[in-house]
């Protein structure tokens, strides 16, 4: 039978992992690209009005009345319509 602690163990231990494997593949290489160039970061209030805005969005949505059905072939047609074509 396997000890309870073990399995907690693996999974600490893949979550470790998990999270080395995050900061050598993507944290660290966003931080190098921000620290070359420091125009490209945004203001802790710039990504709170953005969260604050899309929470308004949210509860605007949630609160705009019951669902309808949609029309799938309507919303295919509209989109394709609106692609170009290959070879043009």
Known sequence: MTNPK????????????????WLHEKAGPAYD????DPSRTVSIDDVRAKLAALRAAVREGLHSGPAEPMDMEA??????????TAGK
């Open 6 to 21: 073990d399995k907690i163990c693996l999974e600490s231990c893949a979550s470790d992992e998990a999270v080395e494997s």
């Open 33 to 36: 690209e921000l620290k070359a």
């Open 75 to 84: 919303i295919i047609t509209h989109a394709r319509a609106g692609r170009p």
